[in-house]
Nanobody, 118 residues
Framework: QVQLVESGGGLVQPGGSLRLSCAAS????????MGWYRQAPGKERELVAS???????NYADSVKGRFTISRDNAKNTVYLQMNSLKPEDTAVYYC????????????WGQGTQVTVSS
């Protein structure tokens, strides 16, 4: 089994910063990518950012230039540095892990709330 433990969410004023962390543990093998998704009330879950095992990153257009995803392969941990936060960034943020061995395995964290409000 695989566990994803997220931390770092909270309440921040517009223009502020937060850093999310997600640590994967358990039966980890052949990680393809780790990433962050978010879901706002009444909306579908959407990709925020992802990073492959080789370091290739992908960002949603809405966060480019403001968010940075990084990864510590030795610790199986992914980070999301969020700067210049806007009220529309308010959502539950979910960590995602994709592994590959004959087939794809996908795991999700429990989610961490990020609220951007004055």
């Amino acid at each position: 089994q695989v566990q994803l433990v997220e931390s770092g969410g909270g309440l921040v004023q517009p223009g502020g910063s937060l850093r999310l962390s997600c640590a994967a543990s358990g039966r980890i093998f052949n990680i393809n990518a780790m990433g962050w998704y978010r879901q706002a009330p009444g909306k579908e879950r959407e990709l925020v950012a992802s990073i492959t095992s080789s370091g290739t990153t992908n960002y949603a257009d809405s966060v480019k230039g403001r968010f940075t995803i990084s990864r510590d392969n030795a610790k199986n941990t992914v980070y999301l540095q969020m700067n210049s936060l806007k009220p529309e960034d308010t959502a539950v943020y979910y960590c995602n892990l994709e592994m590959q061995l004959f087939r794809q395995y996908v795991y999700w964290g429990q989610g961490t709330q990020v609220t951007v409000s004055s």
